[in-house]
């Protein structure tokens, strides 16, 4: 299976999201360049975030993007969903019933073993992208960063986070 490049950047800027101030934002151009990613692409997927309720668009001079919930509340999941869709991995064509072998419908009462076998897979590859938040990656995040890299981060963050007016 693969995922598209908007789904491991829209977990990375949904983390980082995770780790500012409840009621601020970041700007999708400050979200870009933080990852070193192009703007308009990443644009895209922080609107499917946003129509998916991932995360919230603030407009004006202070507005960004922002988190819909907290990173608890986010799976990877919803993530993934958001920007790739809900459409299986896995589809299957019915080949068996094609070719020289083939028989007619009353032959096949069941659904294909390979088509089963890949939905079973998936299914649990779904419940472990459901079992994981934006929070628990965060924290292993946070557990296994070469230390050098946070004061990096914050004062990034100090310098790109808007406030909202008092």
């Given at each position: 299976?693969?995922?598209?490049?908007g789904?491991?950047?829209?977990?990375?800027?949904?983390?980082?999201?995770?780790?500012?101030?409840e009621n601020?934002?970041?700007?999708?151009?400050?979200?870009?360049?933080?990852?070193?990613?192009?703007?308009s692409?990443?644009l895209k997927?922080?609107?499917q975030?946003?129509?998916?309720?991932?995360l919230?668009?603030?407009?004006?001079?202070?507005?960004?993007?922002?988190?819909?919930?907290a990173?608890?509340?986010?799976?990877?999941?919803d993530?993934?969903?958001?920007v790739d869709?809900?459409?299986?991995?896995?589809?299957?064509?019915?080949?068996?019933?094609?070719?020289?072998?083939?028989?007619?419908?009353s032959?096949?009462?069941?659904?294909?073993?390979?088509?089963?076998a890949?939905?079973?897979?998936?299914?649990?590859?779904r419940?472990?992208?459901?079992?994981?938040?934006?929070?628990?990656?965060?924290q292993?995040?946070?557990?296994?960063?070469?230390?050098?890299?946070?004061?990096?981060?914050?004062?990034?963050?100090?310098?790109?986070?808007r406030m909202?007016?008092s």
């Open positions: 299976m693969k995922l598209s490049d789904v491991e950047w829209a977990i990375h800027c949904a983390m980082l999201l995770g780790n500012i101030p601020a934002t970041l700007s999708g151009k400050a979200l870009a360049e933080f990852h070193g990613i192009p703007e692409y990443l997927h922080l609107k975030l946003v129509a998916r309720g991932v919230e668009s603030v407009s004006g001079p202070r507005g960004g993007y922002r988190l819909a919930r990173p608890d509340e986010i799976t990877l999941l993530i993934v969903q958001a869709g809900n459409r299986p991995a896995f589809r299957c064509t019915e080949i068996r019933r094609r070719g020289p072998c083939r028989l007619d419908d032959a096949y009462p069941l659904c294909c073993g390979v088509n089963r890949m939905m079973r897979a998936e299914q649990a590859w419940n472990a992208l459901k079992e994981q938040t934006l929070d628990d990656i965060s292993d995040f946070f557990a296994t960063a070469d230390p050098r890299l946070l004061p990096l981060g914050e004062n990034w963050l100090a310098e790109n986070t909202p007016k």
